[in-house]
């Protein structure tokens, strides 16, 4: 049964895009076959991220029902499959959000995992892009205004009937400005599955619209991504959502 994860989170800039973006190439390597989707409608950047800007067909289209799914569905690195979203304030306005639950229904007959990139907050667009999804990884910087923030999102999830599988901790400093791993754990109850540090090569590589698993497989920020997607792999399959 094919897996549909979203990467979410209360706060905004914990980093789900490079999280999905290089989670999403982690497992593509590893043989899964994985479709990244941005579901930040408005503020859409991991088309950016993975070297796909300026697709001419995109999410937006589909959303707005003037395109075919097949269409929106790109090569992305090392095998991984990229759906992204539209950047132009035209597209925003004509997309109907209601419409995405479908898409990512007829994505998962396509693929083994469906990562989706969530907008962040617990709003219309972010709701909406949870409720379209089985299972939530939380995407957390181990500070207490992000773990606290993210507790609402998973509380929202549960009400969803969306499965919460764990957390990743990004951008982590080491030393005893984070908050500790066991703290994190309490707090959200849910196992984390990797930590992931703070590294300018994440940064780097996405600038360029690269993924820092391709570009530098052997650094410790790819490393931790690959050790994402064994962690994910490892967690247990939720069952379909029951939602509506
Ligand atoms: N582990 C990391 N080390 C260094 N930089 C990082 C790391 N994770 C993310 N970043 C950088 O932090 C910024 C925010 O990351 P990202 O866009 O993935 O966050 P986001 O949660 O998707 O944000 P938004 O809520 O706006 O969608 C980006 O510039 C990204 O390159
Ligand atoms: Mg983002």
Known sequence: ?????????????????????????????????????????TMANLGLMLGLEGRKTTLHDVLSDEKKMRRIVYDGPAGLKVVPCGMSLDGIRKVKLERLKKVVAALTKKADLVLIDSPSGLNHDSVT??????????????????????LKVKIVAERLRVKPVGVVINRACGGDVDLPKDEIENVLELPVLVTMPENVEIRRAAALGESVVVRSPKSPAAKAFKELAAALLKSKVAKASGGE
């Open 1 to 41: 049964m094919t897996r549909t994860i979203i990467l979410a989170s209360g706060k905004g800039g914990t980093g789900k895009t490079i999280v999905t973006a290089n989670l999403g190439v982690a497992l593509a390597q590893r043989g899964k076959k994985t479709i990244a989707l941005d579901a930040d409608v």
């Open 129 to 150: 892009a949870l409720a379209s999804a089985q299972e939530l990884v939380l995407v957390v910087t181990p500070d207490l205004t992000s773990v606290s923030e993210a």
